[in-house]
C-alpha cells in the first residue's frame, strides 16, 4: 500500500468511537419508539413465562461494586419502562397463577430485592408506591437482629479499606486450599482476593465462619468488630413492617447468608426455618417465599429444596438467568439481575428474554 492510501484510512480508535456512536443511537431509537419490547411479539408462545427482576441496592453507596447497585435515577427510569411495557404481578400472586395452572397475563414481571438494604425503604420504597408497583424483598435477619452487617459486606469492607498490601493464608488455613498469598496493591487484585475468600468462606458454618473472619480481620490490621453498618446501613423492623404493609412482599433470605448445601442438615435448616420463624413473628404474617445466598447452581439442591417445602416455603429464587415458562419448579426459580443502566440499555437487555 502507498503511503498516501494509507492517509485515506480511518483510524481503529475512530471507528470503535463511530460504532458505539450508533449502537447507542439505535438503542435509543428502538427504545423511544418501542420497537425493543416488540421484540417479545416475534417470539412463540412456549417462550413466553414470568420474567423476575432481582436488584440489591437501590444508590449511590460506592463500597458495592457496581453489579450490586443501580442509582436511583436509573432505577426511577426503569421502573417508569418495566411498568408501561409489563404486567407487573406480586411474586406471590404470580407463583400461585403458575401453581395453579392458569395462564399469567402476556409479559408478566415481577421485582425483587436481595439482601435487605435501607435503601430499599429510602429510595424504592416511594418510588413502587408512586406507580403502584408489587415487589419482593428477601431479608437475611441478622442484620435486624444484631445490627450488624452481612458478613460479606463485612469482608468486603475490610478488604477495600485494609491498609495491608498482601494477604497471606498457610495450608488448610482457608478452606479448601493450600499456602495462597493474595496481593492488594491494586483495586482488581483486592477483588480478586475477596471473590476467592469470600467462595470459601461460604462453604464453613457460621460458627467456623465467624472464627475465621477474626482471624482475616487481624491479618488485613482491622478487628472483627469492624462494622460497614453505617456506610452501607440495612433496613430496620420498623421500615420492614411499613413495606409489609405497603404492599411488599417479605421473603427469607436465610439467617446469615451462608452457601446453604455446604452446611450440615441441621444448620442448613436453622438457616432455612428460623429466618422465616423471626420473619413471620416480628411481621405478624405468613412468609411463603425465599431467595437462596448467591443463588448459582451449586447453592442449592434437591436436599436443600426438601427443606424449604417441610418449612413450609411455596418458592425460592435462584441468581440463575432467564424466564420461568410454565411448569417452572417453584423452587429453582431464574431471575434476571438488573445492572446500573440506562433505560434504553435495560430495554435493550431484557428484550433477550421476552
Known amino acids: 500500500m502507498r503511503p498516501r492510501d494509507r492517509r485515506n484510512l480511518i483510524d481503529p480508535a475512530e471507528l470503535q468511537r463511530l460504532s458505539l456512536a450508533a449502537r447507542r443511537l439505535a438503542l435509543r431509537a428502538g427504545y423511544s419508539t418501542g420497537v425493543l419490547h416488540a421484540l ?4 412463540p408462545a412456549k417462550h413466553r413465562g414470568l420474567l423476575i427482576l432481582v436488584y440489591h441496592s437501590v444508590g449511590a453507596n460506592d463500597l ?54 435501607r435503601d430499599n425503604y429510602e429510595a424504592a420504597f416511594p418510588l413502587l408506591k408512586k406507580h403502584g408497583c408489587p415487589a419482593t424483598v428477601f431479608v437475611a435477619t441478622e442484620p435486624l437482629t444484631k445490627r ?4 460479606n459486606y463485612k469482608l468486603l469492607f475490610w478488604i477495600k479499606n485494609s491498609p495491608a498490601s498482601r494477604l497471606e493464608f498457610s495450608p488448610g488455613e482457608l478452606p479448601g ?18 471473590y476467592a475468600i469470600e467462595a470459601a468462606l461460604s462453604r464453613v458454618a457460621p460458627r467456623e465462619r465467624e472464627r475465621l473472619l477474626g482471624g482475616i480481620a487481624e491479618k488485613l490490621g482491622l478487628a472483627l468488630g469492624d462494622d460497614p453498618f453505617e456506610e452501607l446501613p440495612m433496613l430496620t423492623w420498623e421500615q420492614l413492617r411499613e413495606m409489609a404493609e405497603g404492599g411488599v412482599s417479605i421473603g427469607s433470605h436465610t439467617l446469615s447468608h451462608p452457601a446453604l448445601p455446604a452446611l450440615s442438615r441441621d444448620d442448613a435448616r436453622r438457616e432455612i426455618a428460623e429466618s422465616k420463624a423471626v420473619l413471620e413473628a416480628e411481621l405478624k404474617r405468613p412468609v411463603k417465599l425465599f431467595a437462596y445466598p448467591f443463588g448459582g447452581f451449586e447453592h442449592f439442591s434437591p ?15 435462584t441468581t440463575i438467568e ?33
Open 40 to 43: 417479545n411479539r416475534l417470539r
Open 177 to 194: 486450599s493450600d499456602r495462597i498469598v493474595f496481593s492488594l496493591r491494586t483495586k482488581r487484585r483486592r477483588r480478586r482476593a475477596l
Open 322 to 354: 432467564g424466564i420461568n415458562p410454565p411448569g417452572a419448579n417453584p423452587l429453582a426459580l431464574k431471575r434476571v439481575a438488573v445492572q446500573d443502566d440506562p433505560p434504553a440499555v435495560f430495554a435493550f437487555k431484557l428484550s433477550r428474554f421476552i
Open 64 to 117: 458495592l461494586h457496581r453489579g450490586l447497585r443501580v442509582s436511583a435515577s436509573h432505577f426511577s427510569r426503569q421502573l417508569d419502562y418495566a411498568t408501561r411495557h409489563f404486567e407487573i404481578l406480586s411474586l406471590e400472586r404470580a407463583v400461585e397463577m403458575m401453581q395453579r395452572g392458569e395462564p399469567l397475563p402476556e409479559n408478566a414481571a415481577a421485582l425483587t430485592f436481595d439482601d435487605g438494604f
Open 303 to 317: 436436599e436443600i429444596q426438601d427443606l424449604l417445602s417441610a418449612a413450609g416455603y411455596q418458592a425460592a429464587c
Open 148 to 151: 450488624t452487617s452481612l458478613w
